[in-house]
């Protein structure tokens, strides 16, 4: 079992009031999106406050949509990255090197579905993700689809192995007349596995949620962009997978790229 994750509400002060906020806002089905899958796209990524949260869903409401499936509107996200035993993936990222991948297993809990995923960040600046379905269980996922990581660019012949465990809550929004998506991600639970990993070599993110702004192209007058603007919060690199690694296996790993957020993430909001 890869999943094993402490699912225990991390918000007490604001879960009433998130209840009420949400369902103030006008909703769609993945099948309401026309212009917003948005799998070659631009990120912007921003930390926030878990104490800011309601107040920027409420002035999101009258410009973004809110994702609902079967009634549920905060959706539970599982996932595995895979790296090999020299952390490729990670320290291509930590040394600023172009055209790089990441591979991982994510698991829809509230629909039961998923999908093993390689993400693709290019000299662009662009973010291009491909898919495909894949069984529960991330490592035979992984296993039963060699063919596709190899036609997305991931050398199978290094093996890969499952190296993070990362859980959150996430908001889905969506502009679709702006071809523009907002997800906020709350509660994230990092967990190590590699092989020096201890069980406390874990670390969730109570003080913070990570707003990602996923837009076909960058458009600094988008709502929430504005809105970051008026409240003096800025964009900022936010690898979940690197972070992780970071928290959970700072004495094995260098990191010293991420030094800043580690230390706002640690001195807390």
Do not use: W
């Not at 406050?49 to 920027?56: F, N, T």
């Not at 952390?87 to 829809?108: D, W």
């Not at 998506?181 to 639970?189: A, K, V």
């Not at 069980?199 to 076909?216: R, W």
């Amino acid at each position: 079992m890869l999943y094993e994750f402490d699912k225990t509400v991390l918000l007490p002060e604001i879960d009433n009031q998130l209840d009420q906020t949400i369902k103030s806002f006008s909703t769609h089905d993945l099948s309401g999106l026309a212009n917003s899958s948005l799998m070659n796209r631009v990120d912007s990524k921003f930390l926030l406050p878990v104490s800011s949260l309601i107040q920027v869903l409420n002035a999101c409401n009258s410009s973004y949509s809110l994702l609902m499936i079967n009634g549920i509107s905060i959706f539970q996200y599982d996932n595995i990255y895979f790296d090999n035993t020299e952390l490729h993936f990670y320290n291509n990222h930590h040394n600023r090197k172009l055209n790089r991948h990441k591979v991982r297993h994510r698991h829809y809990a509230d629909v039961g579905t998923s999908y093993l995923e390689v993400k693709f960040k290019n000299n662009k600046g662009r973010t291009i993700k491909n898919r495909c379905l894949a069984d529960k269980d991330a490592n035979r996922a992984l296993s039963d689809n060699y063919a596709f990581l190899q036609d997305n660019g991931i050398d199978v012949s290094s093996k890969l192995i499952p190296s993070q465990a990362c859980s959150y809550r996430r908001i889905s929004l969506a502009n679709d007349a702006r071809k523009e998506r907002l997800t906020l991600d709350l509660n994230i639970n990092f967990a190590s596995k590699l092989k020096q990993a201890k069980p406390q070599d874990n670390y969730t993110l109570s003080d913070f949620y990570i707003a990602e702004l996923k837009q076909e192209k960058l458009d600094r007058q988008s709502p929430f962009y504005r809105l970051m603007r008026e409240i003096s919060v800025r964009p900022i690199g936010f690898s979940k997978y690197c972070m992780g690694q970071s928290l959970t296996n700072n004495k094995h790993i260098k990191s010293n790229r991420f030094k800043m957020n580690l230390m706002k993430l640690k001195k807390g909001a």
